[in-house]
């Protein structure tokens, strides 16, 4: 007899349950714990095809930059954060960690994690990094942020964080998302409770740039402030499962298939690309996708896709798991039950179940579209889902979206500069608006496509007619084109 939990793929065969199998079962698992537990204490990491072991170097970016980049193919992540560094110093300290392989060493190929030897080879990295794009966008970058060291007299890597402007903004957010909640539970006037019901969830939306910004190291070059500022958006998702999905996910690898978590949402729902196999649920996906909007925090985010990784050892099936110790194992499963305790138990136990479902769900379903929104329109449109380049850099501009200006600046929390943002992730995105301008000028004068949209209704449209599109029987749109 064999069961199968389709979304997991866990499969057990009643036959093979005997005391020799079940002695086996154990001892691999023990076996792999043991490794894990390996793994989780080194730092290996592969970078331009050279293995370097990195256990015992502080990193100035932290211990959250080398978890990320540990048992990878950690090319793209370096490439992407190290733009504005001292190569030559960084070269140098490169030299002395670096694994010189032989037949002693080839034991460190082993720790790297499934599906990352690969990597490298999805983008030809001689070409991205001497072609003249790459320099030109590079330079031109660079003397911006050069500018502003100097007339500020700081470092060019503070240059490029948050500045005043930005840390205030985010003060004002928290400080009226706190007012809003406070008047949210103990208003006395019925209406005005159910106003703040919308504007507590909307200015928690607003102050969430720096969730965004922090997961990137583009807040600070102090790696708590970044890591740990994550946490107060701990009703959004959790750090560590956000690090898998949308820095080592979603920014290396683009709409690249089976490299991308972003492609592989709720597969049996929604298509995204034509690469996934149709089925006929995907008919009319963009008639039902915005039921789904209010639910994607509660339900897909903060607990489903870490019950997948935690079963699977997979986000997505794309992304392996970071290795961890058995405590932060056991620390990261705790705090998915905090979650569910404090937002989803606890709500309905010091209120009425009316007033649960006001203060806890509602405000919850709001955040979600606030979300969805803003994220679904930064990729999924026709021209940016199937566009490839070998060069790194071209294919974080030809596969996103930028829209609007600075009104979609602030209601999208910087994410209508995704182009910006996927080019230059550990920049603040108090700096996308005048990057935009320097951005657009080598892709005019080089012929790189630069996805632009007026604004939330443009963008809309596009996204629901490729989806419309993409869901589709392939065999019905065959149809339809010779009838045409």
């Keep these: 007899m064999l069961y199968k939990i389709k979304y997991y793929h866990i499969k057990i065969n009643m036959d093979m349950l005997n005391s020799t199998n079940i002695y086996n079962f154990f001892k691999n698992c023990k076996n792999k714990i043991h490794k894990n537990e390996y793994q989780a204490k080194k730092r290996i990491m592969k970078i331009h095809g050279k293995y370097y072991d990195l256990t015992n170097y502080e990193h100035p970016g932290g211990p959250i930059a080398m978890m990320a980049a540990n048992g990878r193919d950690a090319t793209a992540l370096f490439e992407s954060h190290h733009q504005f560094s001292n190569r030559n110093n960084i070269y140098e300290i490169m030299k002395k960690y670096e694994i010189r392989m032989n037949t002693e060493n080839e034991k460190y190929k082993e720790l790297m994690l499934p599906g990352e030897e690969e990597n490298y080879n999805l983008f030809d990295w001689k070409e991205t990094l001497s072609s003249e794009f790459t320099l030109e966008l590079r330079d031109k970058v660079y003397k911006y942020f050069d500018k502003i060291s100097k007339e500020q007299d700081i470092p060019i890597i503070k240059a490029i964080k948050a500045n005043n402007q930005k840390w205030f903004e985010f003060y004002f957010f928290g400080g009226m998302t706190l007012l809003s909640f406070y008047h949210m539970i103990f208003s006395m006037s019925g209406f005005w409770s159910w106003i703040n019901v919308v504007l507590f969830p909307v200015f928690y939306w607003l102050s969430g740039t720096m969730l965004h910004d922090g997961s990137h190291f583009a807040i600070s070059n102090n790696w708590r402030v970044n890591w740990y500022i994550q946490y107060l958006f701990y009703i959004f998702s959790s750090p560590y499962v956000w690090l898998h999905q949308h820095v080592i996910g979603h920014h290396s690898y683009t709409n690249i298939d089976n490299k991308d978590p972003d492609l592989h949402h709720s597969p049996e729902l ?30 897909n985010v903060n607990i489903h896709k870490p019950i997948q990784l935690l079963l699977t050892n997979y986000y997505n099936y794309c992304v392996y798991k970071i290795p961890l110790s058995i405590d932060r194992q056991f620390f990261n499963l705790f705090g998915r039950l905090c979650y569910i305790y404090i937002f989803l138990i606890l709500p309905f136990i010091l209120f009425s179940f009316y007033e649960g479902i006001k203060f806890s769900i509602i405000p919850n379903m709001i955040y979600s579209i606030l979300f969805i ?40 929390i910087g994410l209508n500069y995704q182009i910006e ?38 963008s809309l449209q596009d996204h629901f007619n490729y989806m419309k599109k993409i869901g589709t029987n392939p065999q019905e749109s065959i149809i339809i084109e010779n009838i045409e």
């Design 270 to 299: 929604f298509r995204y690309k034509n690469t996934t196999p149709w089925i006929k649920e995907y008919n009319g996906q963009e008639k039902t996708m915005h039921l789904y909007w209010p639910f994607a925090v509660i339900g």
């Design 421 to 458: 943002h996927h080019l230059f992730p550990s920049v603040n995105s108090c700096h996308y608006a005048n990057l935009q301008k320097i951005i657009l000028g080598v892709c005019f004068k080089y012929g790189v496509n630069y996805n632009y949209r007026e604004g939330y209704i443009d």
């Design 373 to 412: 929104l803003n994220a679904q329109l930064n990729h999924f449109q026709d021209e940016s889902i199937h566009s490839k380049s070998s060069n790194w850099f071209i294919h974080q501009i030809i596969s996103s979206n930028d829209f609007g200006g600075l009104f979609h600046y602030y209601a999208s």
